[in-house]
């Protein structure tokens, strides 16, 4: 059974840093991209940063760029988006997911599996 389970999520003061996990399990063999969304109350989910298994190759929004890291660590399957200077905007739940077929792109809707989220909240 595929499992997508985040973690690292809280309330930090605005220009703080954050850690998020994306534990992964039950993945067939091959390459996949591991994709951060997050979604704010009253709007829709929207793609954050992604990152291809085989490449490492990764993208990022515009709003977050110079701002937050992905990176991953495949012996222990697990994918991490380090996310500094936090501002209020960046208030949301934060999902990971996976696309299959790896074409690492931020499109929601090229994600099959997705995690629970987690919540992340900057105040002012």
């Known amino acids: 059974e595929v499992q997508l389970v985040e973690s690292g999520g809280g309330l930090v003061q605005a220009g703080g840093s954050l850690r998020l996990s994306c534990a992964a399990s039950g993945f067939p063999s091959g390459d996949y991209t591991i994709g951060w969304f997050r979604q704010a109350p009253g709007k829709e989910r929207e793609g954050v940063s992604c990152i291809s298994s085989n490449n490492g190759y990764t993208d990022y929004a515009d709003s977050v760029k110079g701002r937050f890291t992905i990176s991953s660590d495949n012996a222990k399957n697990t994918v991490y988006l380090q996310m500094n200077s936090l501002k209020p905007e960046d208030t949301g739940v934060y999902y990971c997911?996976?696309?299959?077929?790896?074409?690492?792109?931020?499109?929601?809707?090229?994600?099959?599996?997705w995690g629970q989220g987690t919540q992340v909240t900057v105040s002012s």
């Open positions: 997911a996976r696309d299959i077929y790896n074409r690492a792109l931020l499109i929601r809707r090229l994600y099959d599996y």
